[in-house]
């Protein structure tokens, strides 16, 4: 019994130590920057930002605590705005031709909740309304089962969007602020977090410069670290050279494999009637303050796309760019775009993965659509 017991002790020890050892890398290494360098990286980088430096990034980051700060610390109104996710990352101020121009793209996938907290940071600011606002529209946005949590970093602002926009006064609910921090503090124990940590400290071993601030490299030139993304003070961003030199096969094989993965995780099937009431609460709010919006359909990977119509899994990306255009139709308002590439004469060489385009891809679609200096 006791050989039992010390056997069972020494087991539950190595479990404990494992876990341990774990948490204490993910923690400090933070590949991120979500616990030990928290706040602080986003803190510098939004001062280089704010200085007007182009700044590359090597690491992941906390995209939306970071544009909490700028959005708090910018100093002129921008006229133009762009709301929503990774999709809208490569779009700045010289593809719409005015140079009072913002994108507050976030990653992991925005939701309708970002969407709505972000213009209450705009807002929040005082300034009057911005004359345009352009809102990337993903499928999921509407999807109450959409497994969306990120958007949770701005509870407190999208609980006083609602009350400012939309004259709702829910009372705050304490199990989505518990569920945000369980969500926080779990990546801790994960073995995703932990790759991403043994990938951070290898790369900081290849790459040396003297001008490296923490995970930040002060520099526009691509040739200093072809594996780094470019932050633009106007909130866009230019993808690596590795990147934009994804080849055609390449783009095709990420998009189908990416979808096949995701086919048996995809929970968002429908429209959430509150969330759709939520959106076009929103608009008509938008509207209502005289704001030209402008609604985004990002496109998908064409064999990605393949993959969607010849899957009833992914029925709800057709029906979701219908209910879009049905909105566009109903509000008079613009849209741009397409889930469907083939409308857009995009081929696989305009795409890095299933959903995220290249610069050219981008001017495809938007190229000569904006002449806005006037406006």
Not at 157 to 169: C, I, T
Not at 345 to 359: I, N, P, S, T
Request: proline share 5%; glycine share 2%; charged share 25%.
């Amino acid at each position: 019994m006791s050989l039992y017991k010390n056997f069972l002790i020494a087991v539950i020890s190595l479990i404990l130590f494992f876990l341990s050892s774990i948490s204490i890398i993910n923690y400090y290494i933070d590949p991120g920057n979500q616990f030990f360098r928290s706040q602080k990286f986003e803190e510098k980088l939004a001062n280089h930002l704010l200085a007007n430096q182009d700044v590359m990034i090597r690491f992941n980051y906390n995209a939306r605590l970071l544009k909490k700060i700028i959005l708090a610390k910018i100093k002129a109104r921008p006229d133009f705005l762009i709301i929503g996710s990774s999709r809208v990352m490569l779009m700045n101020h010289h593809l719409f031709n005015t140079p009072s121009f913002y994108n507050t793209w976030v990653p992991l996938g925005a939701t309708i909740q970002d969407d709505i907290a972000i213009y209450y940071l705009f807002q929040k600011r005082g300034w009057g309304p911005p004359k345009t606002v352009l809102i990337c529209l993903d499928t999921w946005i509407l999807s109450r089962n959409n497994g969306k949590e990120a958007w949770k970093v701005f509870f407190p602002e999208y609980m006083a969007a609602k009350k400012l926009f939309l004259n709702d006064r829910p009372p705050p609910r304490f199990y989505e602020q518990w569920s945000e921090t369980v969500n926080k503090y779990t990546q801790l124990l994960s073995i995703d977090y932990l790759t991403a940590s043994f990938n951070k400290m290898n790369e900081s071993r290849q790459i040396k410069s003297h001008s490296l601030i923490e995970d930040i490299l002060v520099s526009s030139n691509p040739n200093d670290c072809p594996t780094c993304d470019i932050e633009h003070p106007d909130g866009s961003r230019t993808l690596s050279m590795k990147k934009e030199l994804t080849t055609r096969e390449e783009a095709d094989v990420l998009g189908r494999k990416s979808i096949i993965h995701t086919r048996y995780n995809n929970s968002y099937t429908e429209l959430d009637p509150d969330y759709t009431k939520l959106f076009e609460d929103f608009i008509h709010y938008l509207l209502s303050k005289n704001v030209h919006v402008i609604l985004y359909l990002p496109p998908y990977e064409p064999a990605a796309y393949y993959e969607i119509q010849n899957d009833p899994n992914y029925k709800m990306i057709p029906f979701s760019e219908l209910y879009f255009r049905s909105i566009a139709s109903k509000y008079h308002l613009e849209i741009i775009g397409s889930y469907n590439p083939d409308q857009l004469r995009l081929r696989a060489d305009d795409f890095v993965d299933d959903m995220h385009l290249k610069e050219k891809g981008v001017w495809k679609i938007f190229n000569n659509k904006f002449d806005l200096k006037n406006t």
